[in-house]
């Protein structure tokens, strides 16, 4: 059994999640933001952007490592997005190329 989001159970074609938990007046999260933005169609994934203001739960679990990225359900960065660090964690899947024989 493998766990959701290795890259055993993913196909190589399949678009990474990459989730950006952040709130209001963090200038962390903006920074984490643009870092996500620039690189997203170089890096060929998914964006979401969830606002935690004002959920208790997820202010409970994610305000004091704001800004909080996930790639496929797995927390991989806290505070600072790092181009070479997403870069290496998404790099592990190629993209498909578009020559065909």
Same mark, same amino acid.
């Given at each position: ?5 290795s ?29 996500? @933005? ?13 606002? @935690?203001?004002?959920?208790r739960?997820?202010?409970a ?9 996930? @790639?496929?359900?797995?927390?991989a960065?806290?505070?600072?997005v790092?181009?070479e ?6 790099g ?9 024989l």
């Open positions: 059994m493998t766990k959701r989001g890259v055993a159970s993913r196909p190589t074609s399949e678009v990474r999640d990459v989730v950006l938990y952040h709130a209001a007046g963090c200038h962390l999260c903006g920074r984490a933001r643009k870092t996500l @933005i620039t690189l997203q169609e170089e890096l060929d994934f998914a964006l979401r952007e969830v606002d @935690i203001t004002g959920d739960e997820l202010e679990r994610y305000r004091e490592f704001l800004p909080v990225v996930e @790639i496929d359900g797995e927390r960065f806290v505070y600072h790092q181009p660090g997403l870069r290496r964690k998404l592990t899947q190629s993209r498909p190329s578009s020559v065909s």
